[in-house]
């Protein structure tokens, strides 16, 4: 990125965007606004801004006395609640960096997240101990754990093998109520997230203050966030900043909701929290969205959710739930995509005034399915494999690229990670997709399951999902496999009901794709086979499909 | 400012904030949205955000081959129109300074202006010109001035007594409609205002790339702008970068309205024009929507400007006028504070939900009337003669003072000007003001107008709306009087009514005054005099009042 001089201004330039100056602007204005937060025993706290920023400054104080400095780790292991809320402006308002660590994470890796980020404090939930016993022991650098005990229980009643253990309540008790917070230089880290990768060690990205405060303020403007929102915290704090919901509702003084610990066995609680604290704007996932649908359903009195935002990001929301919120509640499902890697909103899906007179109702919502327009502040390319721009024609797919000051830029401390990033400065996604002329971008595979053949690209989900539209298929799976001409490829692998064995034939299969698909993109061979190989959480394993049949077309 | 370093961050902070990608990101979201504007001949234009980039790009390159340099200050003299919009993002976009004039100073203020900043490069309106022949001859560094043309014509037919000019249309026409924009510093300047103080010689602001950028995500916040809304530039955009609305709109999407040419006797067309283009949200003053308003009562059908949000600056806004639009048609008008100094937004009045619970309708329409809050991103003080916060009663007067990446640092080059700036980076507007326990504003009067009395301040604003509300009374003036004691010393000067002279003693006003200010508050002398000096604008003459009283105490 080569950057030009111009004149100088006599702007304040050297004022640090400072994710502390949110909070701190925002007690100002906002201090009587409430925050509500399920407690880890289930039942429900109430305070306001003001509470929580006098115990923000006394956590800030009392991590100071226990030994944590400016630009130290602090990992944090916690669920939803307002001492995880209280954690994400006091670590890093006192110049440290809140390292949140994925409590779904295996010890192994999590102890390796917790050495490779020199992490010495640990902040945990005492329902989360049992994480904490099998990694402390692997981590020899940890000084000390502070522990958020469940309501009213003392340090000395909980139950640990760990050593040098510290009540969370009793540290903030002990604590000077008033902080004078630095001001941090802005390019300092205000907390780092690792990446969950399928393949290799997780990546650590250090979000700067910058960072977040500008991705705040994305957040803020892309949703229309305001003091008279309610906003719950449903994405697990731990999960790329929570996805920026948190510091966004406080940069707007939106009331706050925090949904504690649930899992999806226990969406139910989830459900109901949404419901009787009348939120108005939260983030998810399908697999939250589909059974807080169902528990409307199930009402007797539906829930008027009209002007609800519901930003939904993982995987594409089905048209089915989005309808139904819409028909149901009024609630608006929204479709968003980012990556831990950019803290993370890259894109979102609303509907453009004139695009809304252009569509009929079934092309809106096919619409809404997609990822959505990048948001302002971010250059988003859509390449090919030279990493020239593909055409914004909704269907030459090309690998998405991303820039901009919420990007991470390299990742912390990784040998050969560099060739994720280009020489001008866009991060590789390893997402590929679709850029429409509209500007709506839609996911279709990744980098690594698209096969390339004679320099094109040929999308493994569509034809998987192209191929699972003909009758009598159950489910199908199509891989790239190394072609001596061609360099991939297309294998296409088809399971079928079993009163049809027999019955279909490959040809039948690429007559069919023959429909949506180009002549040299039909699969060479087309096998029936009983089941598709999967992963321990159900999704297609094309690595092992790839090894089985990896010298299929060069043998 | 002392900065703090933390631990370094992986995110791409080296990405500058440049208003270049507020147009670049926005017209690839929002291309098909409409700009319309008065012409300078009245006539309306309607192009699209795709449109007008076209003609930003054409410009910027147009002007390279005029000679225009990265840096290189270009001066425009222009009123509202879609070509001084397309200054707003084309001049800075290719890296020089966009340096807005004040179409309101005298030729020789002009003169020293354009010599003060280096500009060598002019842009006019042609129904401008008179001013550029009068300020040109004084300025014999300018190499080239810029018509925009009435519509149609030709720069042959245009009478000028200036050299070296071209016709905006022409240059625009022979350009290449591509610009490959550069990436600026973020500490570049991108335009530059001169404030017009009542004394000594206009300074100057340059405002960095940075400063505008975060200024406008602060007003897309605060106004809750988005693109479903239609945003009328009102305020003249040589005015403290028109306050930033037409950025702002941009950034969201907003449907653009430009004013064109208005002066005071043409309001009509301006109300007219907003009326007619059915405008959500717009900026402007007391002056502006009085008339307004009363365009809006002549009308036979009142029209629905339900969420219609018109910010309302430069003097207090009176309830009458806030009332009327909101019975009449649903608008709200919103007080706003700034200046040239701080791009220009510094506080907003928006209710608080929970203010709105606690106060009756006459409370909230007085809490209407205050500056209101400081918007998040900025450290608003309000403090004594020491520099000590003062406490925020509502009641203790005390000088306000802005910290934040849009409030001026410095002025350029302006030797002596050091004192308006604290050695932590604050500024000190000369805006004397109170702070209530909400954090609501109110400006009660300049520091120079202040009385300091033994240490305290007394509000001369304060005493003078006290007095006219005395029976009798038509008109009065208070300032302070140098006294060997107590530094200050307060005098009022009263005009009573033709029938009431001589049965109103000084005493009268006194004990009338003893009801809401403390005792050693109160004149010193009550002079009944048959008029106030006033200025040639109608404000009075505190100038003429101290030198005339200028040793009553102290002889």
Same mark, same amino acid.
């Given at each position: 990125?080569?950057?030009?001089?111009?004149?100088?201004?006599?702007?304040?330039?050297?004022?640090?965007? %400072?994710?502390?100056?949110?909070?701190?602007?925002?007690?100002?204005?906002?201090?009587?606004?409430?925050?509500?937060?399920?407690?880890?025993?289930?039942?429900?706290?109430? &305070?306001?801004?003001?509470?929580?920023?006098?115990?923000?400054?006394?956590?800030?104080?009392?991590?100071?006395?226990?030994?944590?400095?400016?630009?130290?780790?602090?990992?944090?292991?916690?669920?939803?609640?307002?001492?995880? &809320?209280?954690?994400?402006?006091?670590?890093?308002?006192?110049?440290?960096?809140?390292?949140?660590?994925?409590?779904?994470?295996?010890?192994?890796?999590?102890?390796?997240?917790?050495?490779?980020?020199?992490?010495?404090?640990?902040?945990?939930?005492?329902? /989360?101990?049992?994480?904490?016993?099998?990694?402390?022991?692997?981590?020899?650098?940890?000084?000390?754990?502070?522990?958020?005990?469940?309501?009213?229980?003392?340090?000395?009643?909980?139950?640990?093998?760990?050593?040098?253990?510290?009540?969370?309540?009793?540290? /903030?008790?002990?604590?000077?109520?008033?902080?004078?917070?630095?001001?941090?230089?802005?390019?300092?880290?205000?907390?780092?997230? &690792?990446?969950?990768?399928?393949?290799?060690?997780?990546?650590?990205?250090?979000?700067?203050?910058?960072?977040?405060?500008?991705?705040?303020?994305?957040?803020?403007?892309?949703?229309?966030?305001?003091?008279?929102?309610?906003?719950?915290?449903?994405?697990?704090?731990?999960?790329?900043? #929570?996805?920026?919901?948190?510091?966004?509702?406080?940069?707007?003084?939106?009331?706050?909701?925090?949904?504690?610990?649930?899992?999806?066995?226990? /969406?139910?609680?989830?459900?109901?929290?949404?419901?009787?604290?009348?939120?108005?704007?939260?983030?998810?996932?399908?697999?939250?969205?589909?059974?807080?649908?169902?528990?409307?359903?199930?009402?007797? $009195?539906?829930?008027?959710?009209?002007?609800?935002?519901?930003?939904?990001?993982?995987?594409?929301?089905?048209?089915?739930?989005?309808? #139904?919120?819409?028909?149901?509640?009024?609630?608006?499902?929204?479709?968003?995509?980012?990556?831990? $890697?950019?803290?993370?909103?890259?894109?979102? %899906?609303?509907?453009?005034?004139?695009?809304?007179?252009?569509?009929?109702?079934?092309?809106?919502?096919?619409?809404?399915?997609?990822?959505?327009?990048?948001?302002?502040?971010?250059?988003?390319?859509?390449?090919?494999?030279?990493?020239?721009?593909?055409?914004?024609?909704?269907?030459?797919?090309?690998?998405?690229?991303?820039?901009?000051?919420?990007?991470?830029?390299?990742?912390?401390?990784?040998?050969?990670?560099? +060739?994720?990033?280009?020489? *001008?400065?866009?991060?590789?996604?390893?997402?590929?997709?679709?850029?429409?002329? %509209?500007?709506?971008?839609?996911?279709?595979?990744?980098?690594?399951?698209?096969?390339?053949?004679? #320099?094109?690209?040929?999308?493994?989900?569509?034809?998987?999902?192209?191929?699972?539209?003909?009758?009598?298929?159950?489910?199908?799976?199509?891989?790239?496999? +190394?072609?001596?001409?061609?360099?991939?490829?297309?294998?296409?692998?088809?399971?079928?009901?079993?009163?049809?064995?027999?019955?279909?034939?490959?040809?039948?299969?690429?007559?069919?794709?023959?429909?949506?698909?180009?002549?040299?993109?039909?699969?060479?061979?087309?096998?029936?086979?009983?089941?598709?190989?999967?992963?321990?959480?159900?999704?297609?394993?094309?690595?092992?499909?790839? +090894?089985?049949?990896? *010298?299929?077309?060069?043998?």
């Amino acid at each position: 990125m080569d950057l030009i001089k111009g004149f100088p201004a006599t702007s304040q330039d050297q004022y640090p965007l %400072n994710v502390t100056n949110i909070i701190k602007h925002s007690v100002r204005n906002y201090g009587p606004q409430e925050i509500a937060s399920r407690r880890l025993d289930g039942s429900m706290f109430r &305070y306001t801004y003001a509470d929580s920023y006098e115990r923000m400054q006394r956590l800030a104080n009392g991590l100071k006395k226990l030994g944590v400095n400016v630009g130290d780790r602090v990992g944090v292991l916690a669920w939803n609640t307002y001492e995880n &809320y209280e954690i994400y402006f006091g670590v890093p308002g006192m110049g440290a960096v809140m390292l949140l660590l994925n409590l779904r994470l295996t010890p192994q890796d999590l102890a390796y997240v917790v050495e490779h980020s020199g992490c010495e404090y640990l902040i945990v939930d005492e329902t /989360l101990l049992p994480i904490a016993h099998a990694v402390v022991p692997l981590c020899p650098q940890i000084k000390a754990v502070v522990v958020i005990t469940m309501p009213g229980k003392k340090m000395a009643d909980v139950k640990t093998t760990l050593e040098n253990t510290y009540s969370y309540e009793e540290i /903030l008790a002990a604590a000077d109520p008033v902080c004078e917070w630095p001001l941090m230089e802005e390019t300092s880290a205000y907390a780092a997230c &690792y990446t969950t990768g399928t393949t290799g060690k997780p990546k650590g990205v250090y979000y700067s203050h910058r960072d977040v405060y500008l991705h705040s303020l994305c957040i803020g403007m892309n949703t229309g966030m305001s003091v008279r929102d309610t906003c719950c915290q449903i994405v697990p704090m731990f999960h790329a900043l #929570g996805w920026g919901l948190a510091q966004a509702a406080t940069l707007v003084g939106s009331r706050i909701v925090l949904s504690g610990m649930y899992t999806l066995d226990t /969406l139910d609680t989830l459900s109901k929290l949404i419901v009787d604290e009348k939120v108005t704007i939260s983030a998810g996932a399908p697999a939250i969205f589909m059974p807080l649908l169902e528990y409307i359903r199930g009402l007797d $009195e539906k829930p008027d959710l009209t002007g609800v935002r519901l930003l939904s990001g993982a995987t594409e929301p089905p048209v089915a739930m989005m309808k #139904g919120f819409w028909d149901l509640t009024g609630a608006e499902i929204i479709h968003a995509y980012g990556a831990t $890697e950019t803290t993370p909103l890259v894109t979102i %899906n609303r509907l453009m005034p004139w695009l809304e007179k252009e569509l009929n109702e079934d092309q809106r919502w096919e619409l809404k399915k997609k990822q959505g327009f990048a948001v302002g502040g971010l250059d988003v390319k859509v390449v090919d494999a030279i990493h020239k721009d593909v055409a914004h024609d909704g269907k030459t797919p090309g690998e998405i690229l991303i820039r901009g000051p919420w990007i991470t830029g390299k990742y912390h401390n990784a040998p050969g990670s560099e +060739a994720q990033f280009t020489a *001008d400065g866009f991060w590789c996604s390893g997402d590929v997709g679709t850029m429409d002329q %509209n500007g709506y971008l839609k996911i279709t595979d990744r980098v690594k399951d698209v096969i390339k053949s004679g #320099g094109e690209w040929i999308s493994s989900v569509d034809m998987e999902n192209e191929i699972i539209s003909f009758p009598d298929v159950l489910d199908a799976a199509v891989v790239g496999v +190394a072609h001596p001409k061609w360099q991939e490829r297309p294998l296409a692998l088809v399971v079928l009901r079993a009163d049809a064995k027999g019955k279909v034939s490959a040809d039948d299969i690429r007559d069919h794709l023959a429909k949506t698909f180009a002549k040299w993109q039909l699969p060479e061979d087309v096998l029936f086979v009983d089941e598709i190989p999967k992963t321990s959480v159900g999704k297609t394993d094309k690595k092992v499909i790839r +090894a089985d049949h990896h *010298d299929r077309y060069s043998s």
